[in-house]
């Protein structure tokens, strides 16, 4: 092995060979296993939440294909509407194109070019994160299966009634000019306007009501007033009727519990056609619904002249300036308020009364609901069921229509009398509909949601709607790995078609991963600057070049400048080049059942240090094994083999617990604890003494054998955490043990052997640290020197003790660096000396001319005082008869035994100060 671990060269050498040798396609008998990945946007790049989620798909994956079974990871690429139509929309710009220009066809055509030259950059980074993803399975979502399928779908939901054509509000996207979802609508707190405006009563227009709106541009739109019913200031004016400003027409008075009587003045105008919550007000009410903007946000024709084709925002201007020309106005107050805006184009959107597409989702809903409650399908963690439920019994229909060039064109056709035809294509609607090829027809412009094909990801990639082995095979999968945030969007709408199309629920799992954060548990966007690339991470990236990233295309010099200080302040030398295995063992790390996950860069450099950790270990292993002829699995193990290779097993075990209960934070640290602490720190160290003795061959040979059988077992452990270290030593430790395999992940993952389970060797192996550590720290605290070797003199009470220190007495002086280890029988006869306590035994360094009186004196007064604390607790509770009363006997028995050895421990101690004091 190469003396440095170099993370680079490892990983481009094995990942392509891995793809190359096929090694991540579904093999052989075993039960089916299978994970839909969440197909990331074909222009999408990685980011730290694609790195964290798809780090712990693999991780499952590598998992069970090395358990034997016959693994599926389903990957693919979603095609995006809005995002992929505006990136090849900005590319036509740079050459004064637009779409309009070359039509319909040619621009579509533009994106699929686009899409072959430049549409694979994710799927070429997921790789560089050890992805072991079938590639050569690969969907999108617009290919023709998947197209297919979408088709199938439609056309089979509106027969039955489910998808039909309507009017209603939906988020419209003015500078997009589309219907866009809920998910892709975000909210900024920004500062703003209530305005009040007066009224007037039909009936008597010297009087008014007072309504305070942060839109006073809707109100040519309004279509009544409303107060709450419980509301005593308004009782007398429910069933009369107001003038609109500007307008005059006369609106009534309604009542509505919706309505809070402390938001303004108490009376709210109810504006149907631009406000989803006065939709709702006004279909309970059977209220008319009056439209007053153009899909550009612009005024229409519903508004008196004069407004007629203004801007929303400069009506708003003049309809207050006539508002205080009529009188009509009362005043304005600041107010903080969250504005919906595209996350695409960053316009605020508009709550839009149009044509479109919907889902009929309640029939759908209900089986869905049904399912997460009876446990077929199980959220993990549970609580995210919770989610789940308040958003299927909140139920509206689904506008899946999209008025774009680029998705699933809806396959439905018009005549010239408006109606409407749906099949596969135009020759299925005329045979299908019995139409004359004379009569004109026109497909429908729109697209569907990207969301409506993503919902049949499950099978449709599996080859529905055609019965194929793979879908019987691998439907439904077993686990579905997504964030919180697309529970209902993605999550609740693939269990519906799962169970209306494939009559099975998609998955039985649905585990929810939270939301990574910076290390200040900020949220990463551009804005702020605290965005980290999963690429740079694992490459390194210098100071210079991560700045110029950071402010790349930001328009606002002041916060250009803001982002290139703090990254200056936070990697003042850039990032350091830290290898995939890392990364991912971090992201493990983290894996907790938390809403938020703070990712610090500390970590990531933490568990590379872990991986040199192994590195290292392998080194000193191969070192020790390659001089010899291959080991052979002794007859007999020593006492510190069977000690490691029992740690090992509740390693094993614990390893298959964690990551079958989904806590890849704990299967991470169990394996670091086990790693770092048990075999680099003990097990390594106590292997020295036992290699170093020429004249015990067959201590040698079980210790040799054992270093190469757990370092099999560690990195076959790791491997679904961190492939390309772990392959690249278990290549060296399958030329010692035999083995077939040609590689680790088709190699078994380790199974706890219960003949090497070992309690006793576990105890003793303890006890042999508990007296390593007392005398390590005692060197530590009186600042003598690691080299230095000592004399240490032992009295205990226990006779027990005197025969395990003969017994490891070789490796107590090999690693404590003694000159001598006497068993003694009277403290009073011992040279001053510093004092520490292990296993009921008080151990004893003559303090000689290497110790300071003072110093040793306030360490034991320290330790005195530590022990009374521990003493006083272990007392109150035994003063305290409930405590006495209801615990188990054993528990206050042990509780006892603990009070007296402290009892005793403080007494060797008091002796000890004592007799510092008098050296």
């Given at each position: 092995m190469q003396k440095t671990y170099d993370p680079k060269t490892i990983e481009s050498h094995w990942y392509p060979l891995w793809e190359k040798e096929g090694y991540f396609k579904p093999r052989g008998t075993g039960k089916p296993y299978c994970i839909p990945l969440p197909p990331p946007n074909v222009t999408g790049v990685l980011h730290m939440g694609h790195g964290f989620q798809q780090t712990l798909m693999d991780i499952l994956i590598r998992y069970h294909r090395m358990m034997g079974d016959k693994v599926l990871w389903q990957g693919g690429t979603d095609h995006a509407g809005i995002a992929t139509q505006m990136v090849v929309e900005r590319n036509l710009l740079l050459e004064n194109i637009s779409r309009h220009e070359i039509g319909r066809e040619a621009f579509v055509e533009k994106i699929w070019e686009w899409k072959k030259n430049s549409g694979d950059q994710i799927t070429k980074q997921m790789r560089r994160l050890g992805l072991s993803i079938d590639w050569s399975r690969e969907r999108f979502t617009l290919d023709q299966g998947l197209s297919d399928a979408v088709n199938t779908v439609f056309i089979k939901l509106h027969e039955e009634g489910l998808i039909y054509r309507g009017q209603r509000?939906?988020?419209?996207?003015?500078?997009?000019?589309?219907?866009?979802?809920?998910?892709?609508?975000?909210?900024?707190?920004?500062?703003?306007?209530?305005?009040?405006?007066?009224?007037?009563?039909?009936?008597?227009?010297?009087?008014?009501?007072?309504?305070?709106?942060?839109?006073?541009?809707?109100?040519?739109?309004?279509?009544?007033?409303?107060?709450?019913?419980?509301?005593?200031?308004?009782?007398?004016?429910?069933?009369?009727?107001?003038?609109?400003?500007?307008?005059?027409?006369?609106?009534?008075?309604?009542?509505?519990?919706?309505?809070?009587?402390?938001?303004?003045?108490?009376?709210?105008?109810?504006?149907?056609?631009?406000?989803?919550?006065?939709?709702?007000?006004?279909?309970?009410?059977?209220?008319?619904?009056?439209?007053?903007?153009?899909?550009?946000?612009?005024?229409?024709?519903?508004?008196?002249?004069?407004?007629?084709?203004?801007?929303?925002?400069?009506?708003?201007?003049?309809?207050?300036?006539?508002?205080?020309?009529?009188?009509?106005?009362?005043?304005?107050?600041?107010?903080?308020?969250?504005?919906?805006?595209?996350?695409?184009?960053?316009?605020?959107?508009?709550?839009?009364?149009?044509?479109?597409?919907?889902?009929?989702?309640?029939?759908?809903?209900?089986?869905?609901?049904d399912v997460v409650k009876k446990g077929k399908i199980q959220f993990v963690p549970d609580n995210w069921s919770n989610t789940y439920f308040h958003w299927m019994e909140n139920l509206q229909d689904w506008c899946i229509s999209r008025q774009l060039w680029w998705g699933h064109r809806i396959p439905a056709w018009y005549d010239e009398k408006g109606n409407i035809y749906v099949g596969k294509n135009e020759k299925d609607v005329r045979e299908k509909h019995h139409l004359p090829d004379s009569l004109l027809l026109n497909q429908d412009n729109d697209v569907l949601d990207t969301w409506f094909s993503s919902a049949l990801w499950p099978f449709s990639t599996l080859g529905w709607p055609q019965k194929t082995d793979d879908l019987k095979t691998f439907y439904p999968s077993n686990v579905l790995i997504t964030g919180f945030d697309i529970i209902f969007f993605w999550v609740a709408r693939m269990i519906m078609f799962g169970l209306k199309f494939m009559d099975n629920i998609p998955f039985h799992h649905v585990y929810i991963h939270g939301l990574i954060r910076d290390a200040e548990g900020q949220k990463m966007s551009k804005t702020k600057g605290n965005v980290l690339d999963p690429l740079d991470i694992i490459d390194g990236i210098d100071l210079a070049t991560l700045t110029a990233k950071r402010t790349q295309g930001l328009m606002q010099p002041a916060m250009a400048k803001r982002i290139e200080e703090q990254t200056k302040r936070h990697y003042p030398n850039g990032i350091p080049s830290l290898g995939t295995d890392a990364l991912r063992f971090t992201f493990c790390s983290l894996a907790s059942t938390t809403r938020d996950i703070n990712f610090d860069l500390a970590r990531v450099e933490g568990y590379r240090n872990f991986c040199?950790?192994?590195?290292?270990?392998?080194?000193?292993?191969?070192?020790?094994?390659?001089?010899?002829?291959?080991?052979?699995?002794?007859?007999?193990?020593?006492?510190?083999?069977?000690?490691?290779?029992?740690?090992?097993?509740?390693?094993?075990?614990?390893?298959?617990?964690?990551?079958?209960?989904?806590?890849?934070?704990?299967?991470?640290?169990?394996?670091?604890?086990?790693?770092?602490?048990?075999?680099?720190?003990?097990?390594?160290?106590?292997?020295?003494?036992?290699?170093?003795?020429?004249?015990?061959?067959?201590?040698?040979?079980?210790?040799?054998?054992?270093?190469?059988?757990?370092?099999?077992?560690?990195?076959?452990?790791?491997?679904?955490?961190?492939?390309?270290?772990?392959?690249?030593?278990?290549?060296?430790?399958?030329?010692?043990?035999?083995?077939?395999?040609?590689?680790?992940?088709?190699?078994?993952?380790?199974?706890?052997?219960?003949?090497?389970?070992?309690?006793?060797?576990?105890?003793?192996?303890?006890?042999?640290?508990?007296?390593?550590?007392?005398?390590?720290?005692?060197?530590?605290?009186?600042?003598?020197?690691?080299?230095?070797?000592?004399?240490?003199?032992?009295?205990?009470?226990?006779?027990?003790?005197?025969?395990?220190?003969?017994?490891?007495?070789?490796?107590?002086?090999?690693?404590?660096?003694?000159?001598?280890?006497?068993?003694?029988?009277?403290?009073?006869?011992?040279?001053?000396?510093?004092?520490?306590?292990?296993?009921?035994?008080?151990?004893?360094v003559p303090m000689s001319d290497f110790i300071d009186k003072i110093q040793e004196q306030q360490r034991l007064e320290k330790e005195i005082s530590k022990l009374e604390t521990e003493l006083l607790r272990c007392q109150t509770k035994l003063s305290n008869p409930a405590y006495v009363e209801k615990a188990p006997v054993e528990i206050v028995k042990k509780e006892k035994e603990r009070a007296q050895s402290l009892i005793d421990d403080l007494s060797k101690l008091r002796a000890q100060i004592e007799s510092v004091k008098v050296a």
């Open positions: 509000l939906v988020n419209w996207d003015p500078k997009l000019l589309t219907a866009v979802s809920d998910l892709e609508v975000e909210y900024t707190e920004e500062e703003g306007f209530l305005w009040y405006i007066h009224y007037p009563l039909a009936h008597d227009t010297t009087q008014h009501l007072t309504i305070a709106t942060t839109r006073p541009e809707t109100l040519l739109g309004d279509v009544a007033l409303a107060v709450n019913p419980k509301d005593e200031r308004y009782q007398s004016f429910i069933g009369h009727s107001v003038l609109v400003p500007i307008s005059h027409r006369n609106i009534p008075i309604i009542a509505d519990d919706f309505v809070d009587p402390a938001f303004g003045t108490g009376v709210v105008k109810i504006t149907p056609a631009h406000d989803f919550n006065d939709y709702a007000i006004a279909q309970r009410h059977q209220l008319p619904l009056l439209n007053i903007l153009t899909p550009q946000a612009s005024l229409n024709e519903n508004v008196p002249p004069a407004y007629q084709g203004l801007d929303r925002f400069v009506a708003r201007k003049k309809i207050i300036e006539d508002l205080k020309k009529e009188n009509l106005f009362a005043k304005e107050e600041k107010h903080r308020l969250k504005i919906p805006r595209g996350d695409r184009s960053h316009d605020i959107i508009e709550p839009y009364l149009t044509d479109q597409w919907f889902v009929k989702i309640a029939p759908l809903g209900e089986p869905a609901l040199n950790k192994l590195w290292n270990a392998a080194r000193f292993v191969f070192l020790n094994i390659e001089k010899f002829p291959a080991p052979q699995k002794p007859v007999q193990f020593n006492f510190v083999d069977r000690y490691i290779l029992a740690q090992l097993q509740q390693t094993i075990s614990a390893c298959h617990t964690f990551i079958n209960e989904y806590r890849f934070d704990l299967f991470a640290n169990t394996l670091y604890e086990f790693v770092w602490n048990e075999f680099c720190d003990w097990y390594l160290e106590f292997a020295k003494p036992i290699l170093t003795h020429e004249n015990e061959k067959q201590t040698h040979e079980a210790t040799r054998y054992t270093l190469v059988f757990v370092l099999d077992q560690i990195v076959r452990l790791l491997h679904p955490i961190m492939p390309f270290i772990t392959e690249e030593i278990w290549q060296k430790t399958k030329t010692y043990l035999p083995q077939t395999e040609t590689s680790i992940m088709l190699s078994a993952y380790p199974e706890v052997d219960s003949s090497l389970i070992d309690p006793s060797a576990i105890e003793n192996a303890n006890w042999l640290k508990e007296i390593i550590t007392s005398l390590r720290t005692l060197r530590s605290q009186s600042n003598i020197s690691p080299g230095k070797q000592i004399t240490v003199y032992v009295i205990s009470d226990k006779s027990e003790n005197k025969a395990r220190l003969e017994q490891f007495k070789p490796f107590i002086m090999t690693l404590a660096r003694l000159t001598d280890l006497i068993w003694h029988e009277d403290a009073h006869t011992l040279p001053a000396s510093i004092t520490g306590l292990a296993n009921g035994m008080t151990l004893f």
